[in-house]
């Protein structure tokens, strides 16, 4: 389990950027108190792929020792997200025969075991199987069919796959750490798990969450994630564009983006003059001067580019019409100045700055959307349980004395 005997959970964000570690404890049934939060420029990967074990290690060290240190306290596992390894959805159906008898937590149980036994390609690994959709004989928008009486139950499933060895690479690294993993987590669901109002969640939206290396897509409705797409372009490829156009050092480049970069133009674009250090020039006095246009100019290419490919994405699978026309953007790339505004033109719908909603207490320099990944981690784990990799908690059933013993006594005799 994610929690230890103190009420303890942690969440590690190994992203292309950064990595992030969350220590927390609970309190009551929602109460998740920070206790340790560390952060760490990472290393070694790219477009949430690990390509150098030794670095994506020490950067995962250094961010956790931080959060240990701050909370006073050794966590032993950790819940991790996934944002690479071009993660993918399909929706299976499972019908099983119910002979008129009432249904119990066990059928539900042994449905879910056939979504999860489901065979995947050699180099795909299931990370989620959640059940989205509930029927009895035909009869749909059931929300919980435990205590209903049918013929046959059907559950409609919604798998999230990556590629093994992303997940094999990671898990690896992670135990070089000396720690466990308890849940893999695609990182959109985290995000939209922490983000997220409950209208939302029940009427359909759509999560974007724009990462340093990738841009990932969750679509939500009903209550439950029914979507999860990846593309492995984010912030980091801006910060690129601009160090080859500009020909300057990508720190230089990454601190132009975030001081005076835009995603659309304003007419003071011409008349801004900005310094830029040439790459290998140690005298500021060599630097180009060139207006805020240029800068803009080649940013705004690459955000439109990231916005079409997360439209198309929608439209090849289907789903655009179920997240309605209400669209959420986080992820720390997701802050560049005028990139809402862009979205909401190329992608027709109202979006608005999501960030770490649902979980109470957080201080305000880990309280935007860079952490909402991290934050929903924690969230997940305090509200699904954890029961290892490819399983989804099924909502808890009765919990008076009576009601356990009533449903052990249903499901055995």
């Not at 969350?22 to 290393?43: K, N, P, S, Y």
Request: net charge negative.
């Amino acid at each position: 389990m994610a929690k230890t005997r103190n009420g303890m959970i942690a969440a590690l964000d190994v992203g292309t950027t950064k990595v992030s570690c969350f220590i927390a404890h609970l309190h009551g049934e929602d109460g998740i108190r920070i206790a340790g939060v560390g952060h760490h420029a990472a290393a070694g990967m790219r477009a949430g792929v690990i390509t150098d074990m030794d670095a994506a290690e020490s950067a995962i060290l250094t961010a956790v020792g931080a959060a240990e240190q701050r909370a006073g306290e050794r966590i032993k596992s950790v819940v991790i997200n996934i944002a690479g390894g071009a993660l993918a959805s399909q929706t299976l159906g499972v019908e099983i025969a119910l002979a008129g008898r009432e249904v119990v937590e066990a059928d539900l149980r042994r449905a879910l075991g056939q979504g999860t036994s489901q065979e995947q390609p050699p180099d795909r690994a299931m990370i989620h199987c959640i059940p989205i959709a509930y029927t009895i004989d035909a009869t749909r928008g059931i929300r919980d069919p435990r205590g209903m009486f049918g013929d046959k139950l059907g559950i409609d499933m919604h798998l999230v796959t990556a590629k093994s060895g992303t997940l094999r690479n990671l898990a690896t690294c992670v135990a070089h750490c000396h720690l466990d993993i308890d849940a893999q987590v695609a990182a959109p669901y985290a995000s939209g798990l922490a983000c997220l109002v409950e209208d939302e969640l029940d009427l359909g939206v759509t999560l974007v969450d724009m990462g340093g290396g990738t841009t990932t897509i969750a679509v939500f409705y009903e209550g439950e994630v029914v979507h999860t797409d990846s593309i492995p372009v984010g912030g980091q490829h801006v910060t690129n564009d601009i160090a080859r156009g500009l020909s300057t050092s990508l720190v230089h480049a990454e601190r132009m983006k975030t001081l005076y970069g835009s995603a659309i133009a304003s007419p003071s674009d011409e008349r801004e003059i900005i310094d830029v250090p040439l790459v290998g020039e140690d005298n500021p006095a060599q630097a180009n001067h060139v207006p805020r246009s240029i800068l803009n100019g080649v940013i705004r290419p690459r955000i439109e580019e990231t916005l079409e490919l997360v439209r198309s994405h929608l439209e090849v699978s289907g789903v655009d019409k179920i997240g309605g026309r209400r669209m959420v953007l986080t992820g720390g790339a997701s802050q560049l100045q005028g990139v809402r505004e862009l979205a909401a033109l190329i992608l027709e719908k109202q979006v608005r700055m999501g960030r770490p909603i649902r979980i109470s207490g957080l201080p305000e320099s880990i309280g935007g959307p860079a952490f909402s990944t991290c934050a929903g981690l924690l969230r997940y784990a305090a509200d699904k349980g954890v029961a290892g990799e490819g399983a989804h908690f099924i909502p808890e059933g009765p919990i008076s004395r009576f009601g356990r013993l009533g449903q052990w006594l249903r499901e055995n005799f």
